[in-house]
C-alpha cells in the first residue's frame, strides 16, 4: 500500500505546509484520511491519480482545515466516483449525511444537486467500517472544542489528531505499525485542553508499542517546528517530524 502525507499542518495552510490530509493507494482505490488543504494536490499533481478508478474521504470531523481541500471535489466531474464517510450521530447527534449535505451545499458549496462526481456516496463512520477495500477503526476522542475521532486503517495505521493528551490513545493505537499524531506544541507537555505537545504524541507512541511516530498537525506558527523533534525522540526514539511528501 503506498501511503503520503498530503497536509501535515493545522489551523491553515502556510507556504511549508498545507493542511490535514493523508493519502493511501490500494490498487485502484484511493482513500483520504481527512480533506484539508493538501487535498488539493489531488489536482495540481495528476500522478496520484493515475489509474484511480475510486476516491475515498474519510473525516475525523468537520472543522475547516479538515475539510476545506473538499472544493477539489468539482474538478474530479466526470473523473471518477467518490465517497466520503464522516461522524455523525455517535458524536453531534445528527447523520453524517445531514452534516454533509449542509457543509456541501449552496450557499457554502456549488450544492449536492450538482453531484460533483460521477457518483458521490456520503456514509456514516462509526465503530469499524469497510471502505473500498480499506477496513476504517474508530474512537471517539472528547478532548477537543467538540469530539473528534481517531482512526484505524487495516490495523497497522493510526491517525490521532485535534486531541489534547489522551492516555485512551494508546490502547487504540497498540499493534498498528505506524502513528500519525499531532503536536501542535514542541514541549514535553502542554496545559492546552485541545491540542497535544511532542513530547504527549510520543507518550502515545511508547503506549502502543508502535514502530514510527510521524507528528503531524503542526502549528503553522513561525518557529514552531523547531524544537518539535527534541521532546518526542526522548520519550520515543522512532519520532520524526512529517511534511508534506513524507512517506508513510
Do not use: K
Not at 84 to 104: D, F, H, K, Q, T
Not at 130 to 151: D, K, S
Not at 174 to 194: C, S, W, Y
Not at 234 to 241: D, N
Amino acid at each position: 500500500m503506498e501511503a503520503r502525507l498530503l497536509g501535515s499542518g493545522g489551523w491553515l495552510p502556510t507556504d511549508a505546509r498545507e493542511t490535514a490530509c493523508v493519502y493511501l493507494r490500494d490498487g485502484a482505490d484511493v482513500l483520504l484520511l481527512d480533506a484539508g488543504t493538501g487535498m488539493r494536490r489531488l489536482i495540481t499533481d495528476p500522478s496520484l491519480l493515475e489509474g484511480v478508478e475510486r476516491l475515498h474521504v474519510a473525516l475525523t470531523h468537520y472543522h475547516l482545515d479538515h475539510t476545506a481541500g473538499l472544493v477539489t471535489l468539482p474538478a474530479l466531474a466526470g473523473r471518477l466516483p467518490c465517497s466520503i464517510w464522516a461522524p455523525g450521530n455517535a458524536l453531534y447527534g445528527v447523520s453524517a449525511e445531514s452534516l454533509l449535505e449542509r457543509l456541501l451545499s449552496a450557499p457554502f458549496a456549488l450544492g449536492l444537486d450538482r453531484d460533483p462526481c460521477d457518483t458521490l456516496t456520503l456514509g456514516e463512520l462509526d465503530g469499524t467500517s469497510e471502505v473500498g477495500p480499506f477496513r476504517i477503526e474508530t474512537r471517539i476522542q472528547p478532548l477537543h472544542t467538540g469530539p473528534t475521532l481517531a482512526l484505524r486503517v487495516d490495523g497497522w495505521l493510526a491517525y490521532c489528531t485535534d486531541t489534547a493528551y489522551d492516555e485512551a490513545n494508546g490502547e487504540f493505537a497498540r499493534g498498528a505499525r505506524v502513528l500519525l499524531h499531532e503536536a501542535m506544541h514542541p514541549a514535553d507537555t502542554t496545559d492546552d485542553l485541545i491540542h497535544s505537545a511532542s513530547g504527549e504524541a510520543a507518550r502515545i507512541a511508547a503506549a502502543a508499542e508502535v514502530e514510527r511516530l510521524v507528528l503531524v498537525h503542526v502549528n503553522p506558527t513561525p518557529g514552531f517546528d523547531e524544537g518539535l523533534i527534541e521532546p518526542a525522540v526522548a520519550r520515543f526514539a522512532a519520532s520524526e517530524v512529517g511534511y508534506d511528501g513524507t512517506e508513510v
